[in-house]
């Protein structure tokens, strides 16, 4: 059907995703030692605006996300929505900053290809292992369970089944909750978006949401307090020695393109704040 032609499309976009981040690192702009086990081609060279576009996505994410984790002291759950082949839960597992639980919703056909990279490479295995008290994790194909990763297979758009499945694997609603969506949303109906947003404000008691993408699209009706940063903005923000570093890695002449392109894209980040997050002073 149209639909299924759709949404094979949307699910390519998780490969496109992190072939641009694994060629951005092969150059030196963040390391992710990880990336590497779940993509194996670097694709064709991306132009240095591209790359600086996504190390400016890459940095303000990571940022947001590490700022909520000292807030809660680790005290919190983290949910990856639209995750793909995404490696933060190895960055925060060697950096001994892992949530009580880290989880990643996809579609079921992603969800298996990442379980399979996880399954036969022992990097990606081992750490999920060390985080494990029980004899054996849960790995049916399409969901894997274990004490502090759990990955669902669920479409985004069907909201009783994701929370049906997100309550199998015991997520708690009155835990500070931090949802994540890195281009995803962008890929629904404003209709599905709202709902997925609405229905995170009126599950969870405090938590937080933060999005990636195109400047004019997130819905955040129900929030207390809503924030967003166009990426030129984010982009100035970042610690200046980062900025030089990152600028000397690759020759540009001409910024026009680099600043037409980051005010394209934006951060946002909402919060519901009933105990007391309080303000996120997000670029220090
Ligand atoms: N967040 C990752 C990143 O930034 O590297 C992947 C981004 S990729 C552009 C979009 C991801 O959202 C894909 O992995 C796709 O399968 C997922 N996605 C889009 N719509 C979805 C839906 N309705 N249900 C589940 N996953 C969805």
Redesign the pocket.
Known sequence: ADSDVADEA??S??D???IC?RFATSQGYWTDPYIQYFVRQMGERKAPEINRGYYARVQGMSHLLDAFLKRTQCDCQVV???????TTFWRLKAENTLPKKYFE???PM?VARKIHHIKTKPPLSKPLIETHSADSLLLDGHNLDSDRYCIIG????DISSLEEKLRKFQIITELPTLFL????LV??TPEQSSRLVHWVANTFHTAMFIN?EQKERFLLTGWESVNALDMMAVYGLLPQEDISRIERLEFLDEKELLHQLLQHYSICWAVKDTLSLGEFNIFP
């Open positions: 949307v699910r976009t998780c496109d995703a992190s981040k990856n929505l639209g995750a793909g082949l995404d919703v996809d579609f992603i669920a479409d985004l758009r969506s890195e281009c995803v890929y629904m990636y």
